[in-house]
């Protein structure tokens, strides 16, 4: 009776931590879905949304053609009325069409919507966050290429100090923040500081990825 009652006891056991287990990757794939969901969502919001700025002109332009330029000018002025109750939206929507503008060459104007995720992020999540770093990281390089690399690099410094005490000196948010500080030490003048950075990210790149992954 006692051999039988231990016996049961242990196969009791394994049966809940099975179903421990089972449980807990139903609920890491439930998440996953989740996030492809919301990713999926946020895309088509994104999509919805410029395609109504396109189609939308401003009346004051007397029918006449629409730079893309202006319907991003629009659209980042509609953001600021349209998702004034939806803040972590809002943000998702100025980093891509910051990312938009930086990618049409037009820096300072990437940079306006830089700031406004990085006040956003800053808010939300505190200045110690790692998504507070990199979009402090993101704005600084705005400012770079708006022609202010001395504000980059002290915001660069600090993005990496707090990657790197958060994530890790070898995460690739970490690295690409070096990457960034190392362009702008090296705008500054401060091309040997630049050098030895590019060199710490390589080895670091190289180690974790390995000679022939495109990262290195």
Known sequence: LGAGTIVSTWQAVRATRAEERTQSTLAMVSA?????????????????FLADVFRSPDPAKGGRSVTLAEALDHAAAKLETSLSNQPQ??????????ATYQSLGLHQEAAGLREQVY???????????PQTASAMSELALAYHFSGRPEHAVGLLERAR??????????DPQTLGAMQKLAISLDETGRRAEAME???TVLDKTHARFGPDHPRT
């Open 89 to 98: 939206r809002r943000a998702k929507f100025q980093e891509a069409l910051a």
């Open 119 to 129: 006040q956003f992020h800053l808010r939300s999540s505190g200045p110690d966050d």
């Open 32 to 48: 996953e879905r989740d996030q492809k969901d919301m990713a999926r969502r946020e895309a088509e919001a994104m999509a919805d």
């Open 161 to 170: 100090e707090i990657l790197h005490r958060r994530l890790g000196g070898d």
């Open 197 to 199: 950075l590019r060199l």
